[in-house]
């Protein structure tokens, strides 16, 4: 159920979205728009767009596209035919856009502005560079830069090949400056650290950012927060235990605030909202015990505006720091994106613009002005694309919680009928299923395939409360599987399914659970398990994110064996009946292809049937699209061998 003004909005855009979906024929692409930006006065909005084909065997190209707040196109930019582009951002002024164009091919990152309808270059990096951020008064760009960078930035890439003297050549991002004239870029942060994010202070003097010294990709865990000056010297404000996301500074420069919490992965976002004096000190509290997950944050004038997950319902919200109060001012079932956060908001802070979508409605460019009954699409491109799902929010109880999750089914169901589904289970296991658009792949073959799926969102998960995320503590497989059992039951309550027609999916951490749930239930008839991860011991000396480990059990594995012991699959494995699919890429970084191979081999030895693929030169996301394709055929393929008889 939607509420007050956003929901308003989005009611009379799906409206306009359906009325066009009855006599639709079958889409020939979804028109995507990532990194949507509102300039600063609102008149215009820009965003990296791209047309998505199911049957594509390479990745679609982008294009950077500027329209008016009405829609019109004011100007499209697509200097470099190999390149890929990311972090648009305004300038102050509104008159120019920079933004980072990555030539992976010659491995070059170019800092390019847009200004006066023409483009040119403002610096070079031979390596790796993202987030360009104009200074307060629009004279100077920063950037993060990874010079000669041995591989993608971020865990969930292909990791470099392991051969040579191990951890010897670590690669460090670093703030870079350079005038928005254009010149040499000065890297200004210290050569031995990784900054993850960071924000011009208003003075135009320095950063503020979170930040850790050694391997970028397994030490943001125990980043801490800093501040950064133009000459490099570099000052820790604050050093919680906990993760931090989204560091941003006050207009007066006074305080920091951030997203603060258990986060099993650098860009998946959800905590509290902590603030600290720029001096540095202890991090406070300022929404203890909401019932919701933060997702993103910025300073308008007095009052942080940002996202929030409160169950099944994404909501814009505005907060005062001072009291920690929390203004809801829409909510509504719908994912939202934007390019610095869920919504991207007017300097004002009066209007905000992002990507919009759910299971069933293609995505929108969506502009709404806070205050006003209604928003307005500004983009038509996928108006005429029906819907290939039925999607309703379930919510049930699982001791003492309120879970929450999605059923999608095929669009058509037949009276009488009963239907084998898939539970898929999430990554994370900080994050959360949610709304999105469901055009080609997996889910979409499954559905055509008659399954209804199931995606669970039990404790671990965001949108209830850190409380709630953090209730898998030290207990992996344990509460988390029963929610999820207890999700399946109510499900069977109110949809047509067949109990003993049950599949169980998921990758990374819903891996780990496949495999988990393989070894500790007979309930379901059919396992696909990607990149798991099947005993924790030896996991904790093969992986490149170790630190992600300490919040979840508490100690190190040498510190405290027993209980990474008691929960890996590997160990009850004897219990193990169900046929499973087990999947990785060779490259994995977070979790490792020893794991898939330790459970494959597990399985084998208890005669169960199992199958095992590893893909080439992929990391922890299976990227390419001949595997992306021939893996969503395997899936399907192993589900309808076991639960279509």
Not at 135 to 145: H, R, V
């Amino acid at each position: 159920m939607t509420s007050n003004l956003l929901g308003a909005s989005i009611a009379a855009l799906s409206v306009a979205l359906a009325s066009g979906a009855a006599s639709a024929a079958e889409p020939q692409g979804v028109r995507q728009y990532a990194a949507v930006t509102l300039s600063p006065s609102g008149d215009r909005v820009v965003a990296i767009e791209s047309t998505d084909k199911a049957d594509q065997t390479i990745r679609p190209h982008g294009e950077i596209v500027l329209r008016s707040a009405t829609g019109a196109i004011l100007g499209k930019y697509d200097p470099c035919a190999d390149c890929g582009y990311a972090g648009l951002s305004f300038s102050p002024s509104g008159d120019a856009i920079a933004f980072v164009a990555t030539n992976r091919k010659i491995e070059t990152a170019a800092l390019q502005v847009i200004e006066g309808g023409k483009l040119r270059t403002i610096a070079i990096v031979k390596g790796v560079a993202e987030t360009p951020r104009w200074s307060p008064d629009g004279k100077t760009i920063a950037l993060l830069a990874t010079v000669g960078a041995h591989k993608e930035v971020g865990a969930t890439q292909a990791g470099k090949p392991l051969t040579g003297e191990i951890g010897s050549d670590t690669d460090e991002q670093r703030i870079g400056v350079v005038s928005a004239k254009g010149g040499d870029l000065k890297l200004v942060s210290t050569a031995d650290t990784w900054i993850y994010e960071y924000d011009w202070t208003p003075d135009g003097r320095g950063f503020v950012a979170t930040a850790a010294k050694g391997d970028g990709d397994n030490n943001w865990w125990i980043a801490k927060l800093v501040a950064v000056d133009l000459a490099g010297e570099t000052k820790v404000l604050a050093s919680p235990s906990y993760q931090m996301n989204f560091p941003r500074v006050s207009p007066d420069g006074r305080t920091v605030a951030f997203i603060g919490g258990i986060m099993s992965d650098f860009g998946s976002v959800g905590g509290d909202l902590y603030t600290v004096p720029i001096s540095g000190g202890t991090p406070r509290d300022i929404t203890p015990g909401y019932k919701g997950t933060f997702t993103s944050i910025v300073w308008r004038g007095d009052l942080l505006r940002g996202s929030a997950l409160i169950g099944a319902n994404t909501a814009n919200v505005a907060v005062t720091p001072e009291t920690g109060a929390v203004k809801i001012e829409a909510q509504a079932p719908y994912s939202f994106s934007a390019g610095d956060g869920r919504f991207s908001f007017t300097a004002d802070g009066k209007a905000f613009a992002a990507t919009l979508s759910t299971f069933e409605r293609a995505p929108i460019i969506g502009l709404h002005t806070i205050g006003e009954p209604q928003g307005r699409a500004i983009t038509h491109d996928n108006d005429a694309l029906e819907a290939h799902v039925a999607a309703r929010s379930v919510t049930w109880t699982s001791d003492g919680y309120t879970v929450q999750g999605w059923l999608l089914s095929p669009v058509t169901v037949a009276p009488g009928k009963t239907y084998p589904m898939i539970v898929q289970v999430h990554g994370g296991p900080s994050a959360a299923a949610g709304p999105g658009y469901v055009a080609s792949g997996t889910t979409r073959d499954l559905l055509d395939h008659g399954y209804f799926v199931f995606e669970p969102n039990p404790r671990g998960s965001y949108g209830q409360g850190e409380a709630f995320t953090r209730a898998n503590v030290r207990d992996l497989g344990g509460g988390d599987l029963r929610d999820i059992l207890a999700g399946v039951d109510a499900v069977e309550k109110i949809a047509p399914i067949d109990d003993k027609r049950l599949g169980v999916f998921g990758h990374s951490y819903g891996g780990f659970m496949t495999m988990w749930t393989v070894a500790h239930s007979i309930r379901f008839h059919a396992a696909v398990a990607g990149a798991g991860i099947a005993n924790w011991m030896s996991y904790y000396g093969e992986n490149g994110i170790d630190q992600w480990m300490i919040p979840f059990f508490g100690a190190s594995a040498y510190d405290d064996p027993a209980i990474y012991d008691k929960l890996s699959p590997i160990r009850t494995i004897r219990n193990a009946k169900t046929p499973t699919f087990i999947y990785v890429g060779e490259r994995d970084v977070e979790c490792p292809a020893p794991q898939s191979i330790e459970f494959w081999h597990g399985l084998k030895a208890m005669n169960v049937p199992v199958s095992l693929v590893i893909y080439e030169g992929e990391g922890h996301g299976i990227r390419k699209p001949e595997h992306i394709h021939d893996l969503a055929h395997r899936i399907v393929d192993w589900f309808d061998r076991y639960l279509k008889a």
